[in-house]
């Protein structure tokens, strides 16, 4: 098997479950409507920037939240790869996802309004017909307790070959 990464992306950018968005689109998402397109080669100093251009909370004396948001925008535009696969939590269970394509930025869905606000996309194809692999808690003990992060975007990577090794033939 090829190195590819795994993934937690949560399902509610924008601050609105889009669970079934997600699944009827095939895609994972990102909020930060108002940042614009990032498909223009972006570092995460750049991306800093971006949203205090944009975002007027983090011009504040909230460097560290800035610093997260710079994050995980980099994360999702920059770092996630073709063949990487995603784990969705939404409640107790878990959807899982190989990414099929690179960044996408819908201009239609970059409004700051609930109805839109997750312009920023990874096409996916949902492994097991788009229904929840497993629970939560049937998951290995340090993959559980990586998607207890509360990040909308981060790597699994100190439980991953746990995680490997859990998935077996189904990640190929």
């Known amino acids: 098997m ?3 990464n795994l993934w937690v992306i949560r399902p509610e ?3 609105q479950n889009r669970l079934q968005a997600f699944l009827n689109q095939g895609m994972v998402a990102i ?5 614009g ?4 080669g972006y570092d995460r100093g750049a991306l800093s920037e971006k949203l205090k251009e944009t975002y007027s909370h983090y011009r504040a004396e909230q460097k560290s939240e800035l610093a997260v948001a710079a994050g995980v925008l980099d994360r999702f535009v920059n770092q996630i790869n073709e063949g990487d696969i995603v784990l969705v939590p ?3 269970s878990i ?3 190989k990414v099929v394509g690179p960044y996408e930025f819908h201009e239609e869905l970059s409004e700051d309004v609930p109805e839109a606000g997750y312009p920023h ?7 097991n017909g788009g229904k929840p692999f ?3 808690k049937d998951l290995p003990l340090g993959v559980r307790r990586s998607v207890d992060c509360r990040l909308a975007v981060f790597s699994i990577h100190s439980a991953a070959k746990a995680m490997w090794n859990f998935l077996g033939p189904l990640a190929d």
């Open 31 to 35: 909020g930060w409507p108002a940042v």
């Open 121 to 127: 996309w990874h096409r996916v194809v949902y492994l």
């Open 95 to 97: 959807y899982l996802a």
């Open 2 to 4: 090829s190195i590819r």
């Open 134 to 136: 497993c629970q939560i």
């Open 13 to 15: 950018p924008n601050f």
């Open 37 to 40: 397109d990032l498909g223009g």
């Open 90 to 92: 939404n409640g107790e």
